[in-house]
Protein backbone atom coordinates (compact mmCIF):
# COMPACT_ATOMS: atom_id res chain seq x y z
CA UNK A 1 0.00 0.00 0.00
CA UNK A 2 0.91 3.59 -0.32
CA UNK A 3 1.81 6.23 2.56
CA UNK A 4 2.74 9.64 2.33
CA UNK A 5 5.06 11.15 4.77
CA UNK A 6 5.31 14.70 5.77
CA UNK A 7 7.59 16.40 8.15
CA UNK A 8 8.04 18.25 10.68
CA UNK A 9 4.28 18.06 11.61
CA UNK A 10 4.89 22.35 12.98
CA UNK A 11 6.93 24.74 12.70
CA UNK A 12 7.93 28.11 14.02
CA UNK A 13 10.02 30.24 12.07
CA UNK A 14 10.87 34.23 12.13
CA UNK A 15 10.33 36.36 9.34
CA UNK A 16 13.27 36.58 6.94
CA UNK A 17 14.49 32.32 7.82
CA UNK A 18 14.96 29.82 5.49
CA UNK A 19 12.24 27.23 4.70
CA UNK A 20 12.50 23.62 3.84
CA UNK A 21 9.37 21.52 4.26
CA UNK A 22 9.75 17.49 2.95
CA UNK A 23 7.05 15.04 1.62
CA UNK A 24 8.16 11.52 0.58
CA UNK A 25 5.91 8.34 -0.31
CA UNK A 26 6.14 5.32 -0.13
CA UNK A 27 4.29 2.31 -2.13
CA UNK A 28 4.46 3.73 -5.81
CA UNK A 29 6.45 4.94 -8.98
CA UNK A 30 6.59 7.81 -10.77
CA UNK A 31 3.30 9.57 -8.74
CA UNK A 32 2.59 13.35 -9.81
CA UNK A 33 3.56 15.31 -6.69
CA UNK A 34 1.44 18.55 -5.30
CA UNK A 35 2.38 21.32 -2.72
CA UNK A 36 -1.15 23.08 -1.46
CA UNK A 37 -1.35 25.81 1.19
CA UNK A 38 -4.65 26.08 3.35
CA UNK A 39 -5.02 29.33 5.52
CA UNK A 40 -6.64 29.12 8.22
CA UNK A 41 -10.45 28.98 7.62
CA UNK A 42 -10.11 28.59 3.70
CA UNK A 43 -9.95 25.94 1.11
CA UNK A 44 -6.67 24.83 -0.21
CA UNK A 45 -4.26 26.80 -2.80
CA UNK A 46 -2.20 24.75 -5.15
CA UNK A 47 1.01 26.47 -5.04
CA UNK A 48 3.43 24.04 -7.16
CA UNK A 49 2.61 19.86 -9.11
CA UNK A 50 5.36 17.98 -10.38
CA UNK A 51 4.91 15.01 -12.87
CA UNK A 52 8.27 13.89 -12.83
CA UNK A 53 12.15 14.84 -11.10
CA UNK A 54 13.15 17.73 -12.24
CA UNK A 55 9.98 19.08 -13.23
CA UNK A 56 8.05 21.44 -11.54
CA UNK A 57 5.27 23.44 -12.30
CA UNK A 58 4.16 26.38 -10.37
CA UNK A 59 0.53 28.25 -10.29
CA UNK A 60 1.17 31.15 -7.94
CA UNK A 61 3.94 33.65 -7.80
CA UNK A 62 5.73 34.30 -4.51
CA UNK A 63 8.81 33.40 -2.54
CA UNK A 64 8.35 29.88 -2.42
CA UNK A 65 9.86 27.33 -4.33
CA UNK A 66 9.55 23.60 -5.33
CA UNK A 67 12.06 21.03 -5.96
CA UNK A 68 12.09 17.29 -6.75
CA UNK A 69 15.18 15.54 -6.69
CA UNK A 70 14.19 12.07 -6.29
CA UNK A 71 11.20 10.39 -8.05
CA UNK A 72 9.31 9.71 -4.55
CA UNK A 73 10.58 13.21 -2.54
CA UNK A 74 8.68 16.69 -2.90
CA UNK A 75 10.54 19.43 -1.38
CA UNK A 76 9.03 23.38 -0.53
CA UNK A 77 11.25 25.47 0.09
CA UNK A 78 11.84 29.25 0.84
CA UNK A 79 15.18 31.94 1.52
CA UNK A 80 13.37 34.50 2.97
CA UNK A 81 9.98 34.18 5.10
CA UNK A 82 7.24 36.19 5.44
CA UNK A 83 4.48 36.35 7.90
CA UNK A 84 1.86 36.00 4.88
CA UNK A 85 3.58 32.52 4.52
CA UNK A 86 1.86 31.09 7.25
CA UNK A 87 -0.44 28.57 7.19
CA UNK A 88 -1.06 25.08 6.71
CA UNK A 89 0.76 23.22 4.13
CA UNK A 90 0.17 19.45 2.88
CA UNK A 91 1.65 17.42 0.34
CA UNK A 92 -0.14 15.19 -1.87
CA UNK A 93 0.55 12.61 -4.63
CA UNK A 94 -1.87 11.17 -7.03
CA UNK A 95 -1.58 7.97 -10.16
CA UNK A 96 -0.26 9.59 -13.62
CA UNK A 97 -3.18 10.71 -15.35
CA UNK A 98 -5.42 10.47 -12.66
CA UNK A 99 -8.01 12.76 -10.71
CA UNK A 100 -8.29 11.55 -7.19
CA UNK A 101 -5.18 12.81 -5.02
CA UNK A 102 -3.70 11.09 -1.70
CA UNK A 103 -2.75 13.81 1.47
CA UNK A 104 -0.12 14.02 3.39
CA UNK A 105 -0.55 14.70 7.26
CA UNK A 106 0.38 18.32 6.50
CA UNK A 107 3.02 20.92 8.03
CA UNK A 108 1.51 23.96 10.43
CA UNK A 109 3.87 26.67 9.92
CA UNK A 110 4.01 29.71 11.76
CA UNK A 111 6.27 33.08 10.80
CA UNK A 112 6.50 35.09 13.33
CA UNK B 1 -6.95 30.35 -9.67
CA UNK B 2 -10.37 30.60 -8.92
CA UNK B 3 -12.24 28.28 -6.26
CA UNK B 4 -15.80 26.82 -6.22
CA UNK B 5 -17.80 27.63 -3.25
CA UNK B 6 -19.63 25.67 -0.49
CA UNK B 7 -22.75 26.38 0.74
CA UNK B 8 -23.63 26.00 4.00
CA UNK B 9 -20.16 27.27 5.25
CA UNK B 10 -21.14 26.06 8.38
CA UNK B 11 -23.51 23.47 9.53
CA UNK B 12 -25.02 22.05 12.82
CA UNK B 13 -27.12 18.46 13.07
CA UNK B 14 -28.24 16.14 15.56
CA UNK B 15 -26.81 12.47 15.51
CA UNK B 16 -28.69 10.45 12.99
CA UNK B 17 -30.27 12.94 10.89
CA UNK B 18 -28.71 13.24 7.36
CA UNK B 19 -26.45 16.31 6.71
CA UNK B 20 -26.46 17.82 2.91
CA UNK B 21 -23.79 20.00 1.77
CA UNK B 22 -23.91 21.53 -1.90
CA UNK B 23 -20.71 23.07 -3.95
CA UNK B 24 -20.80 25.40 -7.29
CA UNK B 25 -18.21 25.46 -9.73
CA UNK B 26 -17.57 27.86 -13.10
CA UNK B 27 -16.46 26.46 -15.77
CA UNK B 28 -16.86 22.82 -17.58
CA UNK B 29 -15.28 19.44 -15.79
CA UNK B 30 -14.41 16.22 -16.24
CA UNK B 31 -15.20 15.34 -12.76
CA UNK B 32 -15.82 16.37 -9.21
CA UNK B 33 -14.40 14.69 -5.97
CA UNK B 34 -15.95 15.49 -2.14
CA UNK B 35 -13.19 15.03 0.34
CA UNK B 36 -13.46 15.34 3.97
CA UNK B 37 -10.69 17.13 6.55
CA UNK B 38 -10.57 16.29 10.37
CA UNK B 39 -9.12 19.15 12.46
CA UNK B 40 -5.77 19.81 11.72
CA UNK B 41 -5.36 16.62 9.27
CA UNK B 42 -4.88 15.90 5.81
CA UNK B 43 -7.77 15.79 3.16
CA UNK B 44 -9.30 12.02 2.86
CA UNK B 45 -10.79 11.69 -0.74
CA UNK B 46 -14.31 10.52 -0.15
CA UNK B 47 -16.19 10.20 -3.58
CA UNK B 48 -15.53 11.15 -7.32
CA UNK B 49 -18.56 11.51 -9.56
CA UNK B 50 -17.71 11.95 -13.43
CA UNK B 51 -19.33 14.77 -15.83
CA UNK B 52 -21.53 11.49 -17.04
CA UNK B 53 -22.58 11.01 -14.17
CA UNK B 54 -25.71 11.85 -12.16
CA UNK B 55 -25.45 10.29 -8.94
CA UNK B 56 -23.31 8.05 -6.81
CA UNK B 57 -23.43 6.41 -3.78
CA UNK B 58 -20.50 4.93 -1.14
CA UNK B 59 -21.69 3.69 1.71
CA UNK B 60 -23.79 6.31 3.69
CA UNK B 61 -22.71 8.87 0.86
CA UNK B 62 -24.85 9.80 -1.93
CA UNK B 63 -23.82 12.96 -4.72
CA UNK B 64 -25.65 14.15 -6.95
CA UNK B 65 -23.93 16.27 -10.01
CA UNK B 66 -26.27 18.75 -12.18
CA UNK B 67 -23.51 19.89 -14.73
CA UNK B 68 -26.51 22.23 -16.69
CA UNK B 69 -26.54 24.35 -13.11
CA UNK B 70 -22.48 23.63 -12.27
CA UNK B 71 -23.49 22.35 -9.08
CA UNK B 72 -23.11 19.23 -7.07
CA UNK B 73 -24.54 18.00 -3.61
CA UNK B 74 -22.85 16.04 -1.25
CA UNK B 75 -25.72 14.05 1.37
CA UNK B 76 -24.48 12.21 4.41
CA UNK B 77 -27.28 9.83 5.54
CA UNK B 78 -27.53 8.99 9.60
CA UNK B 79 -24.43 11.24 10.70
CA UNK B 80 -22.57 9.73 13.50
CA UNK B 81 -20.29 12.15 15.65
CA UNK B 82 -17.41 10.77 13.95
CA UNK B 83 -18.56 12.66 10.74
CA UNK B 84 -17.41 15.98 11.96
CA UNK B 85 -15.03 17.48 9.98
CA UNK B 86 -14.73 19.62 6.74
CA UNK B 87 -16.03 18.77 3.51
CA UNK B 88 -14.89 20.19 0.55
CA UNK B 89 -15.59 19.54 -3.01
CA UNK B 90 -12.67 19.84 -5.66
CA UNK B 91 -12.82 19.84 -9.66
CA UNK B 92 -10.46 19.73 -12.22
CA UNK B 93 -12.00 22.63 -13.83
CA UNK B 94 -8.82 24.37 -14.35
CA UNK B 95 -6.21 21.84 -14.98
CA UNK B 96 -5.67 19.11 -17.90
CA UNK B 97 -5.08 15.80 -17.99
CA UNK B 98 -5.53 15.81 -14.13
CA UNK B 99 -2.14 16.52 -13.70
CA UNK B 100 -2.24 20.09 -12.77
CA UNK B 101 -3.73 19.77 -9.59
CA UNK B 102 -7.40 20.17 -8.88
CA UNK B 103 -9.37 23.54 -7.92
CA UNK B 104 -10.69 23.27 -4.42
CA UNK B 105 -13.85 25.36 -2.33
CA UNK B 106 -13.59 26.79 0.58
CA UNK B 107 -15.28 24.02 2.66
CA UNK B 108 -18.40 23.15 4.67
CA UNK B 109 -17.80 22.47 8.49
CA UNK B 110 -19.73 19.71 9.67
CA UNK B 111 -20.71 19.57 13.34
CA UNK B 112 -22.69 16.85 14.52
CA UNK B 113 -24.34 16.76 17.88
CA UNK B 114 -24.37 13.96 20.29
Known amino acids: SQTIHQWPATLVQPVGSPLSLECTVE??????LYWYRQAAGRGLQLLFY??????ISSEVPQNLSASRPQDRQFILSSKKLLLSDSGFYLC???????????FGPGTRLTVT | SQQGEEDPQALSIQEGENATMNCSYK?????LQWYRQNSGRGLVHLIL?????REKHSGRLRVTLDTSKKSSSLLITASRAADTASYFC??????????????FGKGTHLIIQP
Open chain 1, 92 to 102: AWSWARSYEQY
Open chain 1, 27 to 32: GTSNPN
Open chain 1, 50 to 55: SVGIGQ
Open chain 2, 27 to 31: TSINN
Open chain 2, 49 to 53: IRSNE
Open chain 2, 90 to 103: ATDEYSGGGADGLT
